[in-house]
């Protein structure tokens, strides 16, 4: 019993659960290359910290080593479970997600790895064989020897040495973006000085940047084909396109949005999801103001009282009301505070709602849509309403008497079945909401947009992938796992029309403008009417790294250590790989946007664009 406890106890048994740690991490973030020279680089930073408070002199020192160590294996820990479902680590500016988190238990307890906790399971040995080491320094003076000082001074200067990569190393930028410490390290750094530095564009160039951007075509199509009636927009949480006018099983997965499709709708099958962090929060930002939202948080939370001028607001400047209705608490994602700044008169949530039927997360759709007709009908004409589902959140719980797919035995239990049981019932449920409208008289002087919120099911989880994969008959990818659906149904119009080009939520503003009869003369948008378009183009935030963008052909991926010549090229819907090379220039483009959108932001230029001539 001796002899373990002194193996437990020894430098040896130490290197081995650091080299352990790490080797697990690594595989969880699914690095697959350099994963020897990233384990001894860390394992080097571990050693150092141990001695480092070992010899000092610190009162309490080991119960501030065990805070420190405890600390940073719980980032690594959220490390994993970020790029489980951002396909990216965590960043010291989205700390603040833990109260999100918090409000979705299940759908975090859902993301969870088991092998996530063995980040943990060294704890308890580290310790011990901190206390026995920093014993033999106890009676020693308070002093830190020569030798350790000057490994620390290496380390740190090396650290920001790469951090800085004065010679813009390809390899070295690999390992920064990789490597725990290098990884957060400069993740810091990066926050400090974006804070420290703003506003790099002056107000003239970020105007005439958006000027240039869409040459719009002198007669649009569509132009005012729903001027004057009522508008609905419905964001649908997590609904992808994919399971649109698809069988499964002999069934429709979505009977009622397939009807809809072919009944005076315009249906854009190429669109995508553009969110930041904030998911749902910043999929109806961009959609509503035709600005790219942010990798630092939402923007409900970090731009809550900058002046906006999207389309809540200039639907009320066109003589509208405009409100919008959740079945989920009213300060989630901060839409209480933020709404009002937004332009909505009005946010109607949970606690404003009769919680007869509560499913998942809060209110069912069934239950908010039926709930929202008698809403509608108290409204003065014309009114814009903004509703957002629920009951198809992350992880898909939905009762059996609520099921209405058969499922095959495979599926059962499954990620992907339940996710198809969720979608079917948000189908039925907008089914029923516009039967409802036609009965209340509501119907036909309505326009009804309806678009995803976000992916449901993630392209980097094995079991997902593999069965999507199967379901749509080719490699499941993020070409289709960001392709939401979007649908703008005008009544009585005579307007049916599938259109292909790509687009993202970036687009909707200028797009719904363009029917609804809006002119956008002025404004700072950085969208584009993908009715009249014929070239699209929508760069992401999140799933892929910035610079990475869809066209009408290809999605391009930018390397996860942005380095434009290791990235990844390949065709919509056919996951044929293409050389990068041709797409320098739209990379940068991407690039641009996204550095006008954060200075829009920041600069609060919305107020001002109105009036620039």
């Not at 860390?42 to 600390?71: D, E, N, P, T």
Request: with cysteine; glycine share 6%.
């Amino acid at each position: 019993m001796k002899k373990i406890k002194q193996l437990i106890l020894s430098p040896y048994c130490i290197s081995t659960l650091f080299a352990l740690k790490m080797m697990v991490y690594y595989a969880l973030i699914d690095v697959n290359r350099m994963e020897l020279i990233l384990i001894l680089m860390s394992m080097v930073v571990w050693a150092i910290i141990l001695m480092l408070f070992g010899r000092c002199g610190l009162k309490r020192k080991q119960g501030i080593f065990f805070i420190v160590y405890s600390l940073l294996s719980l980032l690594m820990f959220a490390d994993t479970m970020y790029y489980n479902y951002y396909n990216q680590t965590v960043s010291v500016r989205q700390l603040w997600q833990a109260k999100a988190v918090a409000a979705v238990p299940a759908s975090f307890l859902a993301t969870l790895i088991p092998a996530s906790f063995l980040l943990f399971v060294d704890i308890p040995f580290v310790y011990n064989y901190f206390k026995k080491y920093s014993q033999k320094f106890s009676n020693m003076k308070p002093a830190i020897h020569r030798e350790l000082k000057l490994a620390f001074y290496l380390l740190t200067m090396l650290i920001f040495t790469m951090i800085a990569n004065p010679f813009s190393s390809a390899a070295v930028a690999r390992v920064n973006s990789m490597e725990f410490f290098t990884n957060h390290v400069g993740d810091l750094y990066e926050t400090i000085t974006d804070n420290l530095v703003k506003s790099e564009m002056d107000e003239e160039e970020i105007f005439e940047a958006v000027a240039d951007k869409v040459q719009e075509p002198i007669m649009p199509k569509y132009y005012e084909a729903g001027k004057g009636k009522n508008l609905l927009v419905i964001q649908l949480e997590a609904f992808q396109d994919f399971v649109l006018n698809a069988q499964y099983n002999g069934q429709e997965i979505t009977p009622n949005l397939n009807r809809l499709i072919n009944d005076n709708t315009i249906y854009f099958d190429q669109y995508y999801s553009n969110t930041g962090k904030g998911n749902t929060a910043d999929a109806e930002f961009s959609s509503l103001n035709s600005i790219y939202p942010l990798i630092d948080g939402e923007i409900y939370r970090l731009y809550e009282d900058n002046t906006f001028h999207g389309l809540p607001w200039l639907m009320r400047e066109q003589g509208y009301s405009s409100f919008a209705v959740h079945g989920y608490e009213g300060d989630f994602w901060n839409r209480e505070a933020a709404y009002p700044y937004q332009g909505f008169e009005d946010y109607i949530s949970m606690e404003d709602l009769n919680q007869d039927e509560v499913i998942g997360m809060g209110i069912s759709d069934k239950s908010m849509f039926s709930q929202l007709v008698p809403i509608l009908k108290e409204q003065k004409s014309p009114f814009f309403s903004f509703v957002i589902t629920l009951t198809n959140h992350h992880p898909f719980n939905l009762d059996d008497e609520y099921k209405s797919l058969e499922l095959i035995e495979e599926d059962m239990d499954t990620k992907f079945g339940s996710y198809l049981q969720t979608v079917r019932y948000t189908d039925e449920a907008v089914g029923q909401f516009i039967a409802d409208m036609k009965e209340a008289g509501l119907y036909d002087n309505t326009v009804i947009a309806l678009y995803g919120d976000h992916h449901g099911l993630n392209c980097g989880m094995e079991d997902v992938r593999d069965s999507v994969s199967d379901f749509i008959g080719r490699g499941y990818d993020y070409d289709e796992m960001l392709n939401i659906p979007l649908l703008i149904h005008i009544p009585n119009s005579d307007i049916s029309e599938n259109i292909h080009t790509t687009g993202g939520q970036i687009d909707f503003l200028p797009t719904i403008a363009n029917i609804m009869g809006i002119t956008l003369d002025n404004k700072l948008i950085l969208g584009q009417d993908i009715v009249n378009a014929s070239q699209g183009f929508v760069a992401f935030t999140t799933y892929l790294f910035e610079g990475s963008f869809a066209n009408n052909d290809v999605i391009f991926q930018i390397s996860r250590e942005e380095i434009f010549e290791n990235s990844r090229a390949w065709r919509i819907g056919t996951n044929e790989e293409e050389s990068v090379l041709p797409y320098r220039e739209e990379y940068e483009q991407a690039l641009l946007y996204k550095k006008i959108s954060k200075e829009i932001l920041e600069q609060n230029l919305m107020n001002k664009s109105g009036n620039n001539e």
